[in-house]
Nanobody
Framework: QVQLVESGGGLVQAGGSLRLSCAASGRTFSTYAMGWFRQAPGKEREFVGTINWDGAVVSYSDSVKGRFAISRDNTKNTVYLQMNSLKPEDTAAYYC??????????????WGQGTQVTVSS
């Protein structure tokens, strides 16, 4: 397993942008697909997007497609979530996770502690 630490969250106005980072420890980072999930208060954890081991394949939820972009740098053991055109409904705690290429949270074995994103209207 890998240890994951997210950063980059904060408060932003609607229409603004943020870039989240997720730094991984361990030498096996490049063997994992990396997913991003989010959870708003009182709601279930929601799939945001995922990227395969070499960054060649990505998949997004319909709610963020065209606004968010995932990338990774295996030389830095880091995955990124670029979030543009943010909306108040994007407000949530955002989590990165390591696992297999999937939209299901259960397919990810390692999770970060989360970083809060708040979008004001």
């Amino acid at each position: 397993q890998v240890q994951l630490v997210e950063s980059g969250g904060g408060l932003v106005q609607a229409g603004g942008s943020l870039r989240l980072s997720c730094a991984a420890s361990g030498r096996t980072f490049s063997t994992y697909a990396m997913g991003w999930f989010r959870q708003a208060p009182g709601k279930e954890r929601e799939f945001v997007g995922t990227i395969n081991w070499d960054g060649a394949v990505v998949s997004y939820s319909d709610s963020v497609k065209g606004r968010f972009a995932i990338s990774r740098d295996n030389t830095k053991n880091t995955v990124y979530l670029q979030m543009n055109s943010l909306k108040p409904e994007d407000t949530a705690a955002y989590y990165c996770a390591a696992g297999i290429f999937s939209r299901r949270a259960a397919d990810y074995s390692s999770w970060g502690q989360g970083t809060q994103v708040t979008v004001s209207s």
